[in-house]
RNA sequence: GUGGCUGUAGCUCAGUUGGUUAGAGCACCUGGUUGUGGUCCAGGGGGUCGGGGGUUCGAAUCCCCUCAGCCACCCCA
């Protein structure tokens, strides 16, 4: 072949096509009855956009490009930057909370791997304009919604939470200065994927003593909300405590408490998180999170706003699908195509009557088809189950058999009655 | 960006110590079983053995480079 598709890129042919709507079609579905809207911004924004959120190292990890009238421009590797931008446009005239959502293919120049690729889908949710944890505890009620949905359960996935204004109070109690946070922070975050000696590798590069961390750990370790409480260095931090437990109070009145669990290992990687953080993972998988979350109260100003609150989460496509897979979850009629009715001459001579009865039934709104090439009756059954369908219509001069391929039941019609009312039996 | 493993038809693979026109199953197409099916039978298309270069009388088979995939780092918005 002289030409194959970019690194990391794919091609999604009519059978991965099935797999990628039905898991685009549940993320509406869930968005939407949880009273959020749709948007979307351009695939491509000026590469400042996104400098100015995640700082100038993340250009290199992006797919930029210069145009011709000069300007700076980057495919899109996230949307929450379009986000903010949209909303600190008109967010003086937007009712709120503003509960959006949006399903944007992204682009990340890395090196792909498993899990991981150069062009994929993200599911976002956020909720912008509400200070209260009852905005975080939404979000993720709308994702145990949507792993509910798709029929993972409690047992496969967890969503692990932890707050990152406790995670700074520990540290800061564990005697680290202002400097020493973001670095102590990202050790922690590496604390879950590594093992003990790697980890206290991990902590001497970042110069945490030996007390620092088995201080910093043992808040970490803490299971119980009621326990947190009792840590005196944490008193500071009281209203930080008392945000996790009204969060799991909302999440278990909504019903999504069996998919929540504290862990306040979890702080997530990059400093722009202010509260709540969170991260999905599937049950006994090595795989890296499907999802992932919090609050972000000052993105806004970042992109040059208003100071508006704001939390919610993305869920890739890429792992999700993985994990989907590895749960047996992914339902198998996507294995096969679909269609209604399959069209039959039952005769010679009859092409223009079996166009009729396709026409007839296509505007009736079934997914209906026929072949292009007159043959036999046999090998046009055969044609029906290759194309998956679950009738076949076959049509002679005076009337149609109706015939279920499952059953093998056949019901006689009138030409003219079937027609006038292709749905009725 | 760094390192390791892999690369033969659309898919899963076979291909003997380098030796004549590179194979199988499945899939696809055509025809037959004479016109109500998922079976079966016959035939066919499709590969410059990922690509390029080298060693050799001769390479899918050995060497180098490159591309792509997988895995581990980096990173993870």
């Known amino acids: ?29 869930v968005s939407l009855r949880n009273g959020f809207e749709e948007y979307d911004a351009p695939i491509f924004e000026y590469l400042d956009l996104f400098t100015a959120k995640s700082g100038p190292e993340i250009a290199e990890q ?53 899990g991981r690729l150069r062009e994929f889908f993200q599911w976002n949710v956020d909720v912008i304009g509400e200070p209260s944890v009852l905005a975080d505890a939404e979000c993720i009620f709308v994702l145990v919604d949507f792993l509910r949905e798709v029929g993972l359960t409690p047992d496969d996935v967890q969503v692990r939470i932890g707050s990152r204004p406790l995670a700074v ?50 808040f970490q370790d803490v299971e119980d909300l009621a326990e947190l409480k009792k840590i005196p260095s944490l ?11 009204q969060l799991f109070e909302y999440v278990e009145a ?6 929540c669990r504290i862990d306040l290992r979890v702080v ?27 609050r972000y109260d000052r993105l806004l100003e970042v992109v040059g706003g208003p100071k508006v609150p704001a939390t919610g989460f993305g869920m890739g496509d890429v792992v999700l699908e993985i994990l989907l897979e590895e749960k047996g979850r992914l339902p198998a009629e996507l294995r096969s195509r679909a269609l209604d009715f399959f069209v039959i001459d039952g005769e010679d001579g009859i092409f223009e009557t ?20 007159r043959q036999g009756v046999g090998k046009q059954l055969k044609t029906a189950n290759r194309l998956g369908a679950a009738k076949v219509a076959i049509v002679r001069a005076d009337g149609v058999s109706v015939k279920d391929l499952s059953s093998g039941k056949q019901v006689e019609r009138t ?3 079937f027609l006038a009312d292709p749905r009725g039996l």
Do not use: H
């Open 254 to 259: 909504m019903g999504a408490g069996d998919y």
């Open 1 to 29: 072949m002289k030409f194959q598709s970019v690194k990391g890129t794919r091609d999604f042919y009519p059978e991965m096509m099935r797999v990628r709507n039905w898991i685009a079609d549940a993320w509406r579905r």
């Open 268 to 294: 997530r990687g990059l400093a722009y998180y202010t509260g709540i953080v969170y991260e999905v993972f599937g049950e006994g998988e090595s795989l890296r999170a499907v999802a992932g979350g919090g």
């Open 235 to 245: 008193e500071k931090a009281a209203d930080g405590i008392d945000d996790l437990v």
């Open 415 to 417: 030409l003219e009655a």
């Open 354 to 373: 079996v166009l009729r009865v396709s026409g007839a039934l296509r505007r009736a709104g079934f997914e209906a088809d026929f072949s292009y090439k």
């Open 62 to 114: 992006l797919f930029s490009f210069t145009d011709r009238g000069g300007r700076n421009l980057a495919i899109r590797p996230e949307i929450t930057p379009s986000l903010a931008r949209m909303v600190a446009a008109k967010v003086n005239s937007l009712p709120r909370p503003i509960k959006w959502f949006s399903v944007p293919r992204l682009c990340r120049a890395e090196r792909p791997q498993r």
């Open 169 to 218: 109070a520990a540290i800061t109690a564990a005697g680290i200065g202002e400097t020493g946070i973001d670095s102590a922070l990202a050790v922690l975050d590496k604390r879950p994927k590594v093992d003990d000696g790697q980890f206290e590798k991990l902590c001497e590069g970042a110069g945490l003593s030996s007390q620092q961390i088995e201080c910093i750990c043992e």
